[in-house]
C-alpha cells in the first residue's frame, strides 16, 4: 500500500516589530505569512479510476436496474427536501433526513449514507460551478433558473458503493474469472462475473479499492473503481523543460521538434457531423438508433488520439530528463472569437482533455509538470524575445521582424513555452520567507 509523506518547511527571514494595541493585526499577517510558506513536497500516492465490466444474467441485471432507479428516485427527493430546507452539507443532510429517506425507499444502512453523500456532492459541484460564473452572472435567467430548481437524477445514473455494501473476489488461479458481491433492493449478488483488461485487474488485485460506481451505458455494465496507485519519486528536470504547445492543426507541437498532426481527427470529425447531419434529417426509428449508438463514437476516438500524444511527450521527456510545460488555457472560450464556420471546431477541441492526460501521466512517471501563461507565446520570437502581433506571418510560419528568425510557428511557441516552464519551476521551487515576531 502506497505511504504518504508531507514535509513542512519554514524559513525565518523577516522580524516584524510589534506596536503595543497591534498585536492582533500582527498575528494576523504571520498567520497569512506562515501559511504561505507551509508546501506539500512530495505525496507517495494518487488516486487512479480503473474500469470493468460486469457480465450479469437477466435476473441479476433486472435486479442492478431496480437498485439504480431505487437510488435515484431517492436521490431527486433528498435533493427536493434540501434545496426547500436549504441543508446541503451531509453531515446535516444524514441528522436531518436519514431516517425518513430509509423508512420511505426501503434502503439498508450504508447505500442511504451513499445516496446522501451523492447528492450533497452533487449540490457542493452545482455552488463551485455557480461561484466560477459558469451559469451566467448573477441575476441572469439561467442563473436564477438554476438557483431556484433542485438538482433532478436520472432514473439510471450512476451510483457509489463502499467496501460495506460491494465485496470483490481475485481467485489465485489467474484462469478463472474475477467476481464481485454487491448489494441490491432485491438481495445480496453474490459471484457476479467482471471482465477487465490484465493491467486493470491486476491493478485492482493488488491496490486497496475505494468508492466504486455502477454505471448502466448503452445496454452495458460497468464499475468504475477507485484505488491509490504509487506515485514515482518526482525527478528534478535537470535537462529543462519539454514545452508543448496545443492547437487546432497542429494537436501538439514540442519544442524537440515532434508534431502531432490534427488533420486525421479534424477529418474524422467533419465526416462524423456530416453523418449526424443525413441522420437527423432522416427522422426515421432505424436513424434514431443508429445516431444514438454512434453518439459516443467521436468522443472515444479524440480520447485515444489525446492518449497516444500524452504517453510519448511524457515518455519522451522521462527519457531526455525533462519536465513538461504547457498552456494554461483556462477560459480560451471566453478569450477567443472564431468565424461561425470555425465554432464547431473550436468547441470540439478536446484540449482540456490533453492537458489533464499529460498531468496524471507525467505524476505517475515522477516527471515535472507545471502549467504557464499562454499570453504572446505565438507572437514572441524564441531567438530574441521580440512581441509583435506582425511576427506570426501565417498559422504555420513565424518571422521576427527584429531579429529576421524565420521558423514554424507552432515550434516557436512550444519553445517559448520551454522557457517559461523553466521559471516557472523556479517559482514552484523558491522558497517563502516567514516573518518572527520581536517585541519593542
Not at 55 to 63: C, F, I, Q, R, S
Not at 208 to 223: H, N
Request: charged share 25%; with cysteine.
Amino acid at each position: 500500500m502506497a505511504t504518504s509523506s508531507v514535509k513542512i518547511r519554514l524559513f525565518t527571514a523577516t522580524t516584524v516589530k510589534v506596536r503595543p494595541g497591534r498585536a492582533g493585526a500582527a498575528l494576523q499577517q504571520v498567520s497569512f505569512v506562515l501559511a504561505l510558506s507551509v508546501r506539500a513536497v512530495s505525496v507517495r500516492g494518487m488516486k487512479q479510476v480503473v474500469k470493468v465490466r460486469l457480465l450479469p444474467t437477466a435476473a441479476e441485471a433486472a435486479g442492478l436496474c431496480a437498485t439504480l432507479r431505487t437510488c435515484n428516485r431517492s436521490a431527486s427527493w433528498l435533493s427536493e427536501q434540501m434545496h426547500a430546507a436549504r441543508v446541503f452539507r451531509k453531515l446535516d443532510a444524514q441528522k436531518r433526513f436519514y431516517t425518513e429517506l430509509r423508512k420511505r425507499f426501503g434502503l439498508a444502512a450504508q447505500p442511504t449514507i451513499r445516496v446522501i453523500g451523492k447528492v450533497a456532492d452533487a449540490y457542493a459541484a452545482l455552488h463551485a460551478n455557480l461561484a466560477a460564473g459558469n451559469y451566467g452572472p448573477p441575476g441572469s435567467d439561467r442563473r436564477r433558473r438554476i438557483e431556484e430548481s433542485p438538482i433532478e437524477f436520472r432514473s439510471t445514473a450512476a451510483q457509489p458503493f463502499d467496501a460495506r455494501c460491494l465485496s470483490w473476489q481475485f481467485p489465485d488461479d489467474m484462469g478463472r474469472a474475477a467476481t464481485i458481491s454487491i448489494w441490491t433492493t432485491t438481495g445480496r449478488l453474490k459471484g457476479l462475473r467482471i471482465i477487465g483488461s490484465e493491467k486493470h485487474l491486476t491493478l485492482l488485485r493488488t491496490h486497496v479499492i475505494g468508492e466504486a460506481d455502477l454505471i448502466y451505458c448503452d445496454g452495458k455494465w460497468f464499475l468504475h473503481a477507485t484505488i491509490e496507485a504509487p506515485e514515482a519519486p518526482l525527478a528534478a528536470p535537470a535537462n529543462g523543460f519539454v514545452g508543448v504547445d496545443m492547437g487546432i492543426v497542429n494537436i501538439a507541437t514540442t519544442s524537440t521538434g515532434k508534431r502531432a498532426s490534427g488533420g486525421r481527427l479534424n477529418a474524422y470529425r467533419k465526416r462524423q457531423a456530416r453523418l449526424r447531419k443525413r441522420l437527423q434529417a432522416k427522422k426515421t426509428s432505424s436513424a434514431r438508433r443508429l445516431l444514438k449508438k454512434r453518439s459516443r463514437k467521436e468522443t472515444r476516438f479524440a480520447a485515444d488520439v489525446n492518449h497516444q500524444i500524452s504517453k510519448r511527450i511524457v515518455a519522451e521527456a522521462e527519457r531526455t530528463g525533462c519536465g513538461v510545460a504547457v498552456e494554461e488555457l483556462t477560459g480560451i472560450r471566453d478569450r477567443v472569437r472564431f468565424r461561425k464556420p470555425q465554432r464547431a471546431m473550436l468547441h470540439s477541441w478536446a484540449f482540456a482533455q490533453l492537458g489533464s492526460f499529460l498531468a496524471y501521466k507525467a505524476k505517475q512517471a515522477g516527471v515535472a509538470f507545471v502549467q504557464v501563461d499562454a499570453a504572446f507565446t505565438s507572437q514572441t520570437c524564441s531567438a530574441c524575445g521580440s512581441v509583435d502581433k506582425k511576427n506570426r506571418r501565417s498559422q504555420a510560419v513565424f518571422e521576427c521582424g527584429r531579429c529576421r528568425f524565420v521558423g514554424h510557428a507552432d515550434h516557436n511557441a512550444a519553445v517559448n513555452i520551454a522557457s517559461r516552464g523553466l521559471e516557472r519551476w523556479g517559482e514552484v521551487m523558491r522558497p517563502h520567507a516567514a516573518p518572527t515576531l520581536t517585541a519593542s
